[in-house]
């Protein structure tokens, strides 16, 4: 079955600093990655969602880019700002129409 | 609109009480669905429902029951909870399956002692 791998599980930058999110996934025939922000004690929102037949997408500071052959997709945030702060969550629609999720990754906003 | 509305916010059981958590959305989402987030961990899927009338198990179903009581309402059922079963517990709905995006609600924070 499908499965997501998310990296780091930690990321500390400083405000101001671009960041990073990697997640790969196992199945190539998923069509579908979102990512979800959650932030402390709060439910879990999507900020951005991709589909196979597209390579990247943007939405003002937040963008996503997907390498299907290498089968991994990226969240990028840049200009991070304090409100950034949060567990970043991604995950993959796999072949049986289910979503896998990433296990996650705490970004913490330096001042 | 309220969006997904869970009740209650939180619950404090004993091992072997039984309960419900509730779950409402308002939207007109065909599907709905139960996870559980343990602490610092991610979320993992225990029932979804892709349509009225239809339920299916997820990831974690064990010890689970659940009832899609029409379009907008679906419940998750603990008939004999356990320590194991302290978690908060996410309803989600969405318009077109797990293609589209989820709408989460605020969460139960349960606790089995």
């Known amino acids: 079955g499908e499965n997501v791998e998310q990296h780091p599980s930690t990321l500390s930058v400083q405000e101001g600093d671009s960041a990073v999110i990697k997640c790969t996934y196992s199945d190539s025939a998923s069509n579908y990655f979102p990512w979800y922000k959650q932030e402390l004690g709060k439910r879990p929102q999507l900020i951005i969602d991709?589909?196979?037949n597209v390579g990247e997408k943007k939405d003002q500071r937040i963008a996503v880019t997907l390498n299907k052959t290498a089968k991994h997709f990226s969240l990028h945030i840049t200009e991070t700002q304090p409100e950034d702060s949060a567990v970043y969550f991604c995950?993959?629609?796999?072949?049986?129409?289910?979503?896998?999720w990433g296990a996650g990754t705490k970004l913490i906003i330096k001042p | 609109n309220a969006g997904v509305t869970q009740t209650p916010k939180f619950q404090v059981l004993k091992t072997g009480q039984s309960m419900t958590l509730q779950c409402a959305q308002d939207?007109?989402?065909?599907?709905m669905y139960w996870y559980r987030q343990d602490p610092g961990m991610g979320l993992r899927l225990i029932y979804y429902s892709a349509s009225e009338g239809t339920t299916d198990k997820g990831e974690v179903p064990n010890g689970y029951n659940v009832s899609r009581l029409n379009k907008r309402e679906f419940s998750l059922r603990l008939e004999s909870a356990a320590p194991s079963q302290t978690s908060v517990y996410f309803c989600?709905?969405?318009?077109?399956?797990?293609?589209?995006?989820?709408?989460f609600g605020n969460g139960t924070r349960l606790t089995v002692t």
């Open positions: 991709i589909r196979s």
């Open positions: 939207m007109n989402h065909n599907s």
């Open positions: 989600a709905s969405s318009d077109q399956g797990m293609g589209s995006p989820l709408h």
């Open positions: 995950a993959a629609m796999d072949s049986n129409y289910q979503l896998i």
